[in-house]
């Protein structure tokens, strides 16, 4: 039961932890504070409604179950940050910023009434024997204690319901990024497992009233049910996070393997390498590699034989390539040419440089080429054969 209750807590922490520094550079957007709001309540309701620490709250205060309004009051207060999440994000940050606030008013007002009236009724309700997982069947049919437990219980089945459909309506939306979209996917799944956890308390407690004994439903499956849909919402707001980050990290790591081949030529030419920094971030090695191979390219552009990759170009696309591809493979023949000309005579070369617009630009595509040896000798062969030739020949 600990670990059922703690595991949670741990999941929506490592959420709140990852969105606290957006939400704290952004404390003025409604949405992020409401994100906010709803982390920091489920991890509360999580933190005081495991058992030792109903117990522990129980002894503090000296009144017994005063823990059980205290958990329902957040618990309350968490169903209202649902609502507040939905209502700022359907309305957006700067359309119909009138029925946003009006909204908002209302949930703050009706869920801030329902926890003053849970204090009203425990104070009102006679709970002297302390229960610390089935208070709500042991007491469910004590006036006021009977009326406490409907109302906590409709407000939370309201909330689910509403936060529920909502999310589902949107995972349909079109142009969400994937991982947004996966991240509504586990939000929708959490918030529709928070209608079997009221369904299995109210189940439990009706059957209280008809006498019959269903505390099982009260005691195992609505704490799962809490602790299960906790983890998927938590989950729902760390993979859009996660995912991109990995994404962009992946990216990153990806291209700058993808200039390996381009970077190692170039070290022929520069007799050296690019920095290397052992604590340098994946995005400044990268950086480091685009500016190395761009310097050394324009220390190599007098070398660059510009009507060589014109008749490159005009072999690859005979050869069957398309533009992109064949203007790829012209510039690497062109480089490797001109990188071959700088060890044969590394004083000669010409004056004027040719243009390097695309080399510059263009690197990732180049350093692809140079990694189809194959390609690029038969398009240097091809490139090799007079103009008349060719056209006779096709």
Not at 199 to 220: E, F, I
Not at 269 to 274: F, P, Q, W
């Given at each position: 039961?600990?670990?059922?209750?703690?595991?949670?807590?741990?999941?929506?922490?490592?959420?709140?932890?990852?969105?606290?520094?957006?939400?704290?550079?952004?404390w003025?957007?409604?949405?992020?504070?409401?994100?906010?709001?709803?982390?920091?309540?489920a991890?509360?309701?999580?933190?005081?409604?495991?058992?030792?620490?109903?117990?522990?709250?129980?002894?503090?205060t000296?009144?017994?179950?005063?823990?059980?309004?205290?958990?329902?009051?957040?618990?309350?207060?968490?169903?209202?940050?649902?609502?507040?999440?939905?209502v700022?994000?359907?309305?957006?940050?700067?359309?119909?910023?009138?029925?946003?606030?009006?909204?908002?008013?209302?949930?703050?007002?009706?869920?801030?009434?329902?926890?003053?009236?849970?204090?009203?009724?425990?104070?009102?309700?006679?709970?002297?024997?302390?229960?610390?997982?089935?208070?709500?069947?042991?007491?469910?049919?004590?006036?006021?204690?009977?009326?406490?437990?409907?109302?906590?219980?409709?407000?939370?089945?309201?909330?689910?319901?509403?936060?529920?459909?909502?999310?589902?309506?949107?995972?349909?939306?079109?142009?969400?990024?994937?991982?947004?979209?996966?991240?509504?996917?586990?939000?929708?799944?959490?918030?529709?497992?928070?209608?079997?956890?009221?369904?299995?308390?109210?189940?439990?407690?009706?059957?209280?009233?008809?006498g019959?004994?269903?505390?099982?439903?009260?005691?195992?499956?609505?704490?799962?049910?809490?602790?299960?849909?906790?983890?998927?919402?938590?989950?729902?707001?760390?993979?859009?996070?996660?995912?991109?980050?990995?994404?962009?990290?992946?990216?990153?790591?990806?291209?700058?393997?993808?200039?390996?081949?381009?970077?190692?030529?170039?070290?022929?030419?520069?007799?050296?390498?690019?920095?290397?920094?052992?604590?340098?971030?994946?995005?400044?090695?990268?950086?480091?590699?685009?500016?190395?191979?761009?310097?050394?390219?324009?220390?190599?552009?007098?070398?660059?034989?510009?009507?060589?990759?014109?008749?490159?170009?005009?072999?690859?696309?005979?050869?069957?390539?398309?533009?992109?591809?064949?203007?790829?493979?012209?510039?690497?023949?062109?480089?490797?040419?001109?990188?071959?000309?700088?060890?044969?005579?590394?004083?000669?070369?010409?004056?004027?440089?040719?243009?390097?617009?695309?080399?510059?630009?263009?690197?990732?595509?180049?350093?692809?080429?140079?990694?189809?040896?194959?390609?690029?000798k038969?398009v240097?062969?091809?490139a090799?054969?007079?103009?008349?030739?060719?056209?006779?020949?096709?």
């Amino acid at each position: 039961m600990y670990i059922s209750f703690w595991l949670p807590t741990a999941v929506l922490t490592a959420a709140l932890a990852i969105k606290l520094p957006s939400i704290l550079k952004l404390w003025r957007d409604p949405l992020l504070r409401a994100v906010g709001g709803l982390l920091l309540f489920a991890c509360a309701v999580f933190v005081f409604a495991a058992p030792s620490t109903i117990a522990w709250t129980n002894r503090v205060t000296g009144v017994p179950n005063i823990a059980a309004p205290w958990v329902y009051s957040l618990l309350t207060a968490l169903c209202a940050s649902w609502l507040l999440l939905v209502v700022h994000w359907r309305n957006g940050r700067t359309e119909r910023h009138a029925q946003t606030r009006r909204a908002t008013r209302w949930v703050v007002a009706l869920y801030a009434a329902v926890v003053a009236a849970l204090w009203i009724l425990f104070a009102l309700a006679d709970v002297p024997v302390e229960q610390i997982r089935d208070l709500d069947t042991y007491y469910a049919s004590t006036p006021f204690m009977r009326e406490l437990i409907l109302l906590y219980l409709t407000a939370h089945t309201v909330a689910s319901l509403i936060t529920s459909r909502l999310v589902w309506n949107w995972i349909r939306t079109d142009g969400l990024d994937a991982w947004l979209r996966w991240g509504l996917r586990f939000l929708g799944v959490g918030f529709a497992t928070n209608l079997l956890f009221s369904a299995a308390k109210l189940s439990a407690v009706v059957a209280r009233w008809t006498g019959h004994d269903l505390d099982w439903l009260n005691t195992n499956v609505a704490p799962s049910a809490a602790c299960i849909a906790a983890t998927f919402v938590a989950v729902g707001f760390i993979v859009p996070h996660a995912g991109q980050y990995l994404q962009e990290r992946w990216r990153v790591r990806r291209r700058h393997r993808g200039l390996a081949p381009l970077a190692r030529l170039m070290r022929t030419v520069a007799g050296g390498r690019e920095p290397l920094g052992l604590r340098a971030t994946p995005e400044m090695r990268l950086i480091r590699r685009e500016t190395f191979i761009r310097d050394t390219l324009l220390q190599l552009a007098r070398r660059l034989d510009e009507d060589l990759r014109t008749r490159s170009y005009d072999a690859a696309r005979a050869l069957g390539f398309a533009p992109g591809p064949a203007q790829a493979l012209a510039a690497a023949v062109t480089i490797l040419d001109a990188v071959e000309a700088e060890r044969r005579s590394p004083d000669a070369g010409g004056t004027n440089a040719p243009d390097t617009t695309y080399l510059l630009q263009e690197i990732q595509a180049v350093s692809q080429a140079l990694r189809k040896p194959e390609e690029i000798k038969a398009v240097r062969a091809r490139a090799a054969v007079p103009a008349e030739s060719m056209s006779t020949h096709d």
